[in-house]
């Protein structure tokens, strides 16, 4: 293990709802929707056309451009219906499950004689290499590079996010092949941040381990990467989400695409929040029914409050990639004089009639009111305070607004990724939107120079 | 709540129309606006603009009070005499005669300087289709503050439109002006009206109309005295307490202090700037008290009376903590990194006593030094980032090399 991470600047936001470690499975869902805005910049290219049947674990479509990347069914069924928006893009896929599960099941691969060609093979016909994200541009990573380092957070500082052990569960043999087929597709190490000496990758081989600590967003990739070994230009490096690690393991071992995973659902308008065993693209609406709503006026958001997606807040599926599901009172009302009265009930960074700081440990209960109208930027230096990269927010949103390439990759774009702008969007006084700034900025960069 | 239905259906009623973004300022006052959050982060902290605004209002409040019981105090003390030795809650400050005579003549300052510059807010607001920003009114709360207090309205008027039109809204509004607003209307009047802005008539209510009369009375600002090198007759008390002619707010050091520490507190201003403006005015007053002890300034030059001045009590003459409080703060026009803050604050300071010194025909430099930092701010938060950028790059080089 190495020398610890201490993180000193960023914010923990407690937030009531979180879930009680109770696990619960649910029924097997009706119908499962896949929706290829889950997968960045990938544009989806039908395999299968209305009507057409899959076996769980046969490719959907691949991405226009590169063929072997794969997105695979979760379920046997038949594909119902491909919902199109705008300019005939494709929003959602509809399958409807069979009463009888059928399998494709992929060659297994043995890790220890496997080739990095022969591990790259089956997880991009096994559906799982979307999960694999590099680092610059934060875009599903191309199987063509090495990368220098492969990064991964093993636990999360984000508000009411799942536990990451307790989300792993019972799939310890699972990540480690899936860490040790990684150690063989880079040049350097595959790097693990932990907050404990004692979870499931302590005792992991083939990584290394990293003690981080401190307020979100320690627990975030981008944050350890930049602490660690900063991505140069000309660098690549990989990130992958610990939730990830069980199905890209099992695909090795087996063969088979499990989508199965466990979710935290959370939020202060869930009754009584705990964890569920459910499958990637599955129905969210019985789950949620089952554990209780308070009020109706709430929104359902696929992964966690901070950079989440809003879904339907009725017949929604689970997201691709999250381990969490919140649901949170919407805030579409008015409030008299609230710009200027004391406030107690909501989070601030400062101290200005708000007084959240006399009470630091309180767990709140946040609507989705932006607390004001969007302004230009006039604050300067608050962003710095709960932003740990060695890299100037400020000066790095604006060369995104005003397109300025060279000044983006001279502040340090090729080392970040919208979640790390999580929280200086949630703090902006001026109600900015950061994350969606970056990802433009750095869509903009992939375009032009990656 | 009627009243708040109403006021939905009506912003339903002016949406997309002309005239929305003028309802929506007026409505987002009584109202937090309902919006939510789409796309990004779902949920936000609770600051928004408005209530920071609002926080250096209320640092500004007992300035402001305290500017309009000063104004009557120093037009009856000019004609009766100055009492001695007054403790801060004095009665002889602190009575109706004064506020009375204060409110009259402060109020219809603030009244101006609000009228105007919001107008023209609202106007250009309407013209581009934007919401009207909230950086006025801390801009039309600091004018009256920082001009004497018989200025013609008129003058005032002027000088507010041309601030808020050539000192903001021709860069795009709040958060895009290089010079700060409040400031740009004060250097207007200062070099339009140089009559109007200094000498020893117009600190007090009423010197003017009397000059030349038997009634005559006199208004020195301590700075002018020392300028002048005449004595001084106010006491270290009454200048922290602010018992003395000056701007309308900008007299009374203690209620300076106590609005910075509050500024400090609630992380609306940069204690950054606000130390090293004083850091660089402390260090300069030492400079040239070190000329004076050495003797190179001989009693009788021009530059002997400023220069004698003790360092420390540069900061409770003249309006170098108003400015560093207040002025030098402001976000916009300041430098943006935490270590250009430290560099923009220290020449504020610094550059204020050079003019101060040096300038006994104006001896108040202080926002000639903020204007003049406020253009080079960019540059140095230019060096700063640069030195980011280079250790990147110097990064990149050990890596491959």
Redesign the interface.
């Known amino acids: 293990m190495s020398k610890g991470i201490k993180v000193k600047k960023g914010l923990d936001l407690r937030l009531v709802g979180e879930a009680s470690k109770e696990l619960v499975s649910t029924r097997e869902s009706k119908t499962y929707v896949i929706k290829p805005s889950d997968f960045h910049l990938v544009v989806p290219k039908m395999i299968v056309k209305e009507g057409g049947r899959l076996k769980k674990g046969d490719p959907i479509f691949y991405a226009k451009g590169n063929e072997d990347l794969k997105v695979l069914s979760p379920v046997s069924g038949t594909l119902t219906k491909i919902e199109r928006g705008a300019k005939r893009v494709i929003l959602r896929i509809f399958i409807e499950a069979d009463a009888q599960q059928e399998e494709t099941v992929y060659n297994p691969v043995n890790i220890s004689s496997a080739k990095p060609e022969e591990i790259k093979k089956a997880w991009l016909q096994g559906g799982c290499w979307p999960f694999i994200m590099q680092r610059p541009y934060d875009v599903i990573a191309n199987q063509g590079t090495t990368p220098r380092d492969i990064f991964i957070s093993g636990f999360s500082t984000a508000p009411l996010a799942a536990d990451v052990d307790f989300v792993l569960q019972g799939k310890e043999k699972e990540v480690q092949v899936a860490l040790s087929a990684l150690s063989k597709l880079t040049s350097g190490k595959v790097h693990v941040g932990v907050n404990s000496t004692s979870g499931l990758f302590a005792t992991m081989k083939d990584i290394e381990l990293h003690q981080v600590s401190g307020p979100h967003p320690a627990g975030n990739v981008g944050t350890q990467i930049n602490k660690l070994s900063p991505v140069n230009k000309g660098e690549t490096v990989w990130t992958i989400a610990p939730q990830h690690l069980a199905i890209m393991g099992e695909m090795l071992l087996t063969g088979k695409y499990n989508p199965e995973r466990i979710i935290a659902f959370v939020g202060s308008s869930l009754e009584n929040p705990k964890y569920f065993k459910t499958k990637i693209g599955a129905e969210l609406d019985p789950i949620i029914q089952e554990i209780g709503l308070k009020g109706d006026n709430v929104r359902v958001i696929n992964g966690d409050v901070l950079t989440g997606v809003q879904t339907e807040k009725q017949g929604g599926h689970l997201g691709f990639a999250n381990s969490v599901v919140t649901v949170i009172p919407e805030g579409d009302d008015y409030e008299f004089f609230g710009w200027n009265k004391p406030v107690f009930d909501k989070i601030s960074t400062s101290r200005a009639l708000t007084f959240s700081w006399l009470n630091p440990k309180k767990k709140y209960e946040l609507t989705t009111n932006t607390n004001g109208e969007h302004r230009a930027f006039v604050l300067t230096g608050n962003y710095e305070e709960v932003f740990p990269l060695d890299i100037y927010p400020l000066q790095t949103l604006k060369a995104c607004m005003v397109k300025d390439l060279d000044q983006m990759e001279a502040l340090g774009m090729y080392e970040v990724a919208p979640e790390d702008f999580a929280l200086t969007e949630f703090i902006c006084v001026s109600k900015q939107p950061h994350q969606q700034i970056i990802r433009e900025g750095l869509d903009l960069m992939y375009k032009e120079i990656g | 709540m009627g009243l708040?239905e109403n006021?939905?259906k009506l912003k339903m009623k002016y949406e997309g129309k002309k005239m929305a973004p003028a309802f929506?300022a007026l409505h987002?006052?009584?109202?937090?606006?309902?919006?939510?959050?789409?796309?990004?982060?779902?949920?936000?902290?609770?600051?928004?603009?408005?209530?920071?605004m609002?926080?250096v209002i209320l640092a500004l409040v007992p300035c402001l009070i305290f500017g309009m019981f000063n104004a009557g105090f120093q037009h009856y003390a000019a004609i009766n005499g100055l009492p001695e030795g007054m403790s801060f809650f004095s009665t002889a400050f602190w009575n109706m005669d004064n506020f009375l005579l204060g409110l009259v003549t402060v109020l219809p300052l603030v009244i101006v300087s609000y009228g105007v510059g919001l107008a023209i807010e609202f106007l250009f607001a309407v013209i581009k289709g934007h919401?009207v920003?909230?950086?006025y009114l801390v801009t039309g709360m600091l004018v009256p503050l920082i001009v004497p207090i018989d200025i013609p309205l008129w003058m005032l008027a002027v000088a507010v439109a041309f601030g808020v039109v050539i000192g903001k809204e021709v860069f795009?509004?709040?958060?895009?002006n290089i010079l700060n607003p409040a400031l740009t209307i004060r250097a207007f009047l200062f070099f339009a009206y140089p009559t109007w802005m200094s000498g020893d008539k117009v600190w007090v209510h009423e010197a003017v109309e009397r000059a030349g009369t038997p009634d005559a009375i006199s208004g020195e600002t301590i700075l002018g005295s020392y300028a002048q090198n005449s004595d001084v007759m106010y006491s270290l008390q009454d200048m922290f307490f602010g018992f003395i002619p000056g701007s309308v707010g900008e007299t009374s050091k203690l209620l300076i202090v106590i609005g910075a520490l509050f500024l400090i507190?609630?992380?609306?201003g940069?204690w950054?700037i606000i130390l090293s403006t004083l850091i660089g005015a402390l260090v300069m007053g030492l400079i040239f008290n070190g000329v004076v002890d050495a003797g190179w300034i001989q009693e009788g030059s021009k530059f002997f009376g400023l220069m004698s001045v003790p360092f420390w009590q540069h900061l409770i003459i003249g309006s170098i903590l108003f400015g560093a409080v207040y002025m030098a703060t402001d976000?916009?026009s300041?430098a943006?990194?935490?270590k250009g803050?430290w560099i923009y604050g220290f020449l504020i300071g610094f550059i204020s006593i050079l003019i101060r010194v040096f300038n006994p025909a104006y001896p108040e430099g202080v926002f000639l030094a903020i204007l003049l930092m406020n253009v080079f701010a960019p540059t140095i938060?230019h060096y700063v980032?640069q030195g980011?950028?280079n250790?990147?790059?110097k990064?990149?080089k050990v890596?491959t090399a």
């Open positions: 708040k006021l939905h929506n987002t006052f009584l109202y937090l606006p309902n919006m939510i959050t789409k796309g990004g982060t779902h949920i936000k902290a609770a600051d928004d603009l408005k209530r920071t609002n926080t919401e920003e909230e950086g795009g509004g709040t958060g895009m507190f609630t992380k609306v940069s950054r976000p916009v300041a943006q990194t935490n803050k938060d980032i980011n950028i250790k990147r790059k990064r990149l890596k």
